[in-house]
């Protein structure tokens, strides 16, 4: 069975210090490597996807990802961070096939408090 | 472009009584899934339609819930009758069924935040 790991639950940080959300999956297969953040009173968001290519994903709003097979993560980053990036975030993982049925597997997020 | 949309936001009912979610997809999304966040969990899988049919319903906990999406629309998630351990946010999204990028483009609903007591 699919599984997603996110190793903080909850990471406060100053503005202005660098961001790294840790993310390891499990799964016997190909996938695809997603990103997601919630906002305090909104809706989950894709911030970045891999699906295949370049290993280092770009994402919105200066987030970066990197996906390294050999240890099966697919770890967030962003070199300063802000108040406004205040939020919960998502890593989740897809079968690459799809087999008819795109369904997300997600970590259970990290919780991310910027002090201005 | 409308978002997916969710309603009602909240709800709280009794244990043992029904409760009706909705969830309206972007026009033209044939798939539509429903997923569920129990507090403290993850955010974890329920099903998936293509249009009208059930085409993954491998995360259904149990014969209480029950999905449809008439017409290939909008849908519903009924939980009857609710338990105590169904209390969750429960969101939904909506993708195009075309390339497996389409297909994984989903768009969140804001969910409904279900409390049973």
């Known amino acids: 069975a699919q599984s997603v790991s996110q190793h903080n639950h909850h990471v406060i940080l100053s503005e202005a210090a660098s961001l790294e959300l840790g993310c390891n999956y499990s799964?016997?297969?190909?996938?695809?490597l997603f990103w997601y953040v919630q906002y305090p009173g909104q809706h989950l968001q894709l911030l970045l996807k891999?699906?295949?290519?370049?290993?280092l994903v770009k994402g919105i709003k200066g987030f970066e990802a990197e996906f390294i097979k050999s240890k099966f993560s697919f770890n967030l980053r962003k070199p300063s961070v802000q108040w406004s990036d205040t939020a919960e975030y998502f890593c989740?993982?897809?079968?690459?096939?799809?087999?008819?049925?795109?369904?997300?597997?997600f970590g259970k997020g990290t919780k991310l408090s910027v002090i201005p | 472009e409308a978002g997916v949309t969710q309603f009602p936001s909240h709800s709280v009912i009794e244990k043992g009584q029904t409760v009706t979610l909705r969830c309206d997809p972007i026009?033209?999304?044939?798939?539509l899934y429903w997923y569920r966040r129990v507090m403290g969990k993850e955010i974890k899988f329920l099903l998936h339609?293509?249009?009208?049919?059930?085409?993954?319903e491998s995360g259904m906990p149990n014969n209480r819930f029950l999905a449809e999406r008439t017409g290939g629309t909008y849908s519903t998630l009924k939980v009857q009758p609710a338990e105590l351990e169904d209390s969750g946010v429960y969101f939904c999204?909506?993708?195009?069924?075309?390339?497996?990028?389409?297909?994984?483009?989903?768009?969140f609903g804001s969910g409904t935040r279900l409390t049973v007591v």
């Open positions: 339609f293509v249009k009208e049919s059930k085409q993954d």
């Open positions: 799964y016997g297969g190909t996938v695809n």
């Open positions: 989740a993982v897809g079968p690459y096939s799809g087999a008819g049925s795109y369904q997300l597997t």
């Open positions: 891999y699906f295949s290519g370049d290993p």
């Open positions: 026009s033209g999304h044939d798939n």
């Open positions: 999204a909506s993708s195009q069924a075309r390339d497996n990028s389409d297909n994984y483009g989903y768009t």
